[in-house]
């Protein structure tokens, strides 16, 4: 085993007892948050504005480090002698698929970060290759970011993840800016992913559509933990935390087709 690591899937995420506050701020961001993701599986991450929710993205990949608590991957903790595994087991997809596409084109993105690794140029053309491969995007290889839809961006910015290879995903808003089609697609995407995946998300429909499992993150602490679909029947239960299902749209009674369910 590795230094810090213990036993554990490779894919399972543990976080316990997470505290985090940015400087300046009146409170604490996150505050005693726990949470165990086990392996394979699609969670939701649920809350309103300001409940945490990025903030605890941050903390997977180590993009942040709390103040208390440890966040592990696999049974590997995250400190300075873990980070850089961590971040090749953890792949983020920000809310913002600009903050991931800045080279001069698709395949030039989405080869930076096993370039970084140190993959040589056979590992790294194959490794783009299939991960535009996997998200139904290999004719986006030669374009610029620029020109692309919001769908491709998407795509594209999840391709630059894949192309490392990573044991778990994390998504922050990850149907932002999509219309019902991209939003259908990516959903279907998702679905046929093997890895632990984290979805950020105030799109509870969504939500239903891939994880089968939902928490509502409030206040930095987790509130509630369950089925999603039991989560968005009680809409007493959402309003407590700032949530509210689109006008006209009611949950079913049994979830057909839920990936996971």
């Known amino acids: 085993m590795k230094a810090g690591e213990t036993a554990g899937s490779a894919d399972e995420i543990v976080v316990d007892d997470v505290r985090f506050g940015y400087p300046g701020a009146p409170r604490a961001v996150l505050d005693g948050l726990s949470l165990t993701v086990p392996a394979g599986e699609r969670l939701a991450v649920l809350g309103p504005n300001g409940s945490g929710k990025t903030t605890f993205a941050l903390h997977l990949n180590g993009l942040?480090?709390?103040?208390?608590?440890?966040?592990a991957v696999g049974g590997l903790t995250l400190g300075p002698d873990t980070l850089d595994e961590v971040r090749r087991r953890?792949?983020?997809?920000?809310?913002?698929?600009?903050?991931?596409l800045f080279l001069h084109t698709v395949a030039d993105d989405v080869a930076f970060g096993p370039a970084n690794l140190g993959w040589d140029r056979t590992s790294r053309d194959a490794a783009v290759a299939d991960a535009l491969a996997a998200v139904g995007a290999s004719d986006l290889a030669p374009r610029t970011s620029h020109h692309l839809s919001g769908g491709e961006k998407r795509r594209a910015a999840l391709a630059t993840v894949l192309s490392m290879a990573p044991r778990v995903l994390v998504l922050d808003e990850p149907t932002s800016g999509l219309d019902p089609r991209g939003r259908r697609e990516l959903a279907e995407l998702l679905d046929t992913r093997p890895e632990t995946q984290v979805i950020v998300t105030h799109d509870l429909p969504f939500a239903l559509a891939v994880c089968p499992r939902a928490v509502v993150l409030d206040e930095g602490?987790?509130?509630?933990?369950?089925p999603t679909v039991d989560l968005l029947r009680d809409a007493e239960r959402l309003g407590r935390h700032g949530l509210e299902l689109p006008y006209g749209y009611a949950p079913p009674a049994a979830t057909p087709g839920q990936a996971g369910g």
Request: charged share 30%; net charge negative; hydrophobic share 40%.
């Open 64 to 71: 942040l480090t709390p103040e208390r608590g440890t966040v």
């Open 90 to 100: 953890v792949g983020l997809v920000f809310q913002d698929p600009d903050d991931q």
């Open 221 to 226: 602490r987790i509130v509630a933990d369950a």
